[in-house]
């Protein structure tokens, strides 16, 4: 039986074949681990269009006050290109986009960028087996195949609040910051508290002089083991061959061990629980009541965040932290369901992104001119987060059920790249001009994905980022991360429809 090549080798362009012209829309971690690995691979013509001015993707536009990553630094990079000398044990935003904008260095990737050009339509022609890609400037150009590295959280949601158009000072989403307001002496509201809020709002609580954080429901929040590496742990992964290597490897297996909270009413769930509840109940208080520091679902229903200043920042005499409901917008503040006006002179929202809706706003057509939002109609869905029935040489990184509650983003998102180009150099092997996953192949796929999901705790009624609004399982993964590894590394290729050929 055939298969997407050997576990230790990387797949690589046979001399006599031809090289596919591919476009990459998204130059963050996805495409540019992609353009890496083509390049490895002996495909050089391909193009990474972003509409951002740089690469990094949410790590370039996420720049807010505290900005950093919840999972451990060394973990956080490619296995092909790892950066030995983090500063610290979660890296922040600045040292996450300077690692990215080294790879463009590091692997000669500047002369296939087309930043400040945005794609909003992808049409597949039956005819010549092509895809045109439409610029929002209008040009149109030509590719064989088409990845979308958008990632999930690239467009910022901010709820349509009554009146929000009629407030008198600055407001801003937190992926969208504005670097040009000083918000000193300023009495600031916040509306949101997930990850961003955790980490912004410790970091603008002393400058300002009052923050009002309106908070839907509460977060579970565990301390993040963060500090600064010393100078001889640095010294370590650099000079110590393997070492590196085995650290990443603790960290891995760690983090992987938590998937079983993610397993719905799961022991380990509990214990978290248990170790965590009673804490909160030491500072239940008047002001900050079960309501404003306890949630009332279980761990990992929502994101599990991460911070050591949340609770301090809270607790904090200038800081408020409102439960009520948002009943409109005025422009002076925010009025909420209780009827109490709370004034503010800025507002910031830390709403989180539109997940659900992937590769939108693009356009897609595939075969048949089968639209990409009709194919997609009962919820999102692709065979391994990549690849989507009649839409050949189509593929998607960090696509439908590729999210993470656990481990690091980044190894999945290995596993699609691998995937993609062994897919790519198969179909140039059998000198055919397309592959696409089989029906049948990606209608298992997805009661097996959904099945799974009835078991974890994404789906037991609270309102999270990770499911539609149908209440289907639409982002993340619902099995161990060493179950893709195993998945994408013994793809057959029976799994797959090649087209095209001179035959």
């Not at 576990?7 to 353009?35: D, E, N, Q, T």
């Not at 083509?38 to 690469?55: C, H, N, P």
């Not at 929202?349 to 109609?377: C, H, I, M, N, Y």
Request: hydrophobic share 40%.
């Amino acid at each position: 039986m055939p298969r997407v090549k050997s576990l230790f080798r990387y797949p690589h362009l046979p001399r006599k074949s031809s090289a596919p012209r591919i476009a990459i829309l998204g130059a963050g971690a996805g495409g540019l681990g992609l353009a890496i690995r083509l390049r490895q691979a002996g495909i050089t013509s391909f193009s990474i269009f972003d509409k951002a001015d740089g690469v990094g993707g949410t790590w370039r536009a996420n720049t807010y006050p505290g900005a950093a990553c919840d999972v451990p630094s060394h973990l956080y990079s490619f296995s092909f290109a790892r950066r030995r000398n983090w500063s610290r044990k979660f890296a922040t935003q600045p040292e996450i986009l300077d690692y990215f904008e080294g790879l463009v260095k590091d692997f000669d990737l500047s002369s296939h960028l087309r930043l400040n050009t945005e794609i909003v339509g992808a049409v597949f022609s039956d005819t010549t087996n092509d895809w045109t890609i439409t610029l929002a400037s209008g040009a149109q150009e030509t590719f064989s195949a088409v990845v979308f590295a958008c990632g999930q959280l690239n467009r910022p949601f901010i709820p349509n609040f009554i009146g929000q158009d009629n407030f008198s000072g600055p407001a801003f989403h937190s992926a969208q910051w504005d670097h040009e307001v000083d918000l000193s002496g300023l009495n600031v509201g916040v509306i949101g508290t997930g990850a961003s809020a955790i980490q912004f709002v410790p970091s603008i609580a002393e400058q300002v002089k009052s923050l009002t954080i309106f908070q839907r429901t509460p977060a579970w929040v565990v301390p993040r083991p963060d500090r600064e590496f010393t100078a001889q742990e640095r010294k370590r992964f650099i000079r110590i061959p393997g070492w590196q290597w085995l650290y990443r490897a603790s960290i891995y297996w760690r983090l992987e061990f938590r998937w079983w909270a993610m397993k719905s009413d799961s022991r380990m769930s509990r214990y978290i629980e248990g170790r965590i509840r009673p804490e909160l109940e030491k500072i239940v208080q008047p002001r900050l009541d079960h309501s404003a520091l306890i949630p009332d679902y279980p761990i990992g229903c929502k994101r599990l965040l991460m911070a050591n200043d949340w609770y301090p920042t809270i607790l904090r005499d200038n800081v408020e932290v409102v439960t009520e409901s948002i009943a409109q917008i005025t422009p002076d503040g925010v009025i909420t369901a209780d009827n109490q006006t709370h004034c503010v002179d800025a507002l910031i929202f830390g709403t989180g992104f539109s997940t659900t809706e992937f590769l939108a706003p693009v356009e897609v057509v595939g075969q048949k001119a089968l639209r990409l939002r009709d194919a997609w109609r009962e919820g999102s869905q692709a065979h391994l987060g990549v690849t989507v029935p009649n839409f050949p040489n189509l593929f998607v990184i960090y696509g439908p059920n590729t999210n993470l509650g656990h481990n690091s983003i980044l190894f999945m998102i290995e596993q699609q790249i691998r995937l993609i180009v062994g897919l790519l150099v198969e179909t140039a092997s059998r000198d055919a001009k397309w592959v696409t996953v089989r029906d049948e192949v990606a209608e298992r796929s997805d009661r097996d994905l959904q099945g799974a999901a009835k078991k974890t705790v994404w789906v037991t009624g609270c309102d999270n980022w990770y499911t539609d609004e149908k209440g289907r399982l639409t982002n993340n993964w619902p099995f161990p991360t060493v179950v893709y590894w195993w998945r994408t590394r013994f793809e057959t290729f029976r799994d797959y429809v090649f087209g095209g050929t001179s035959s």
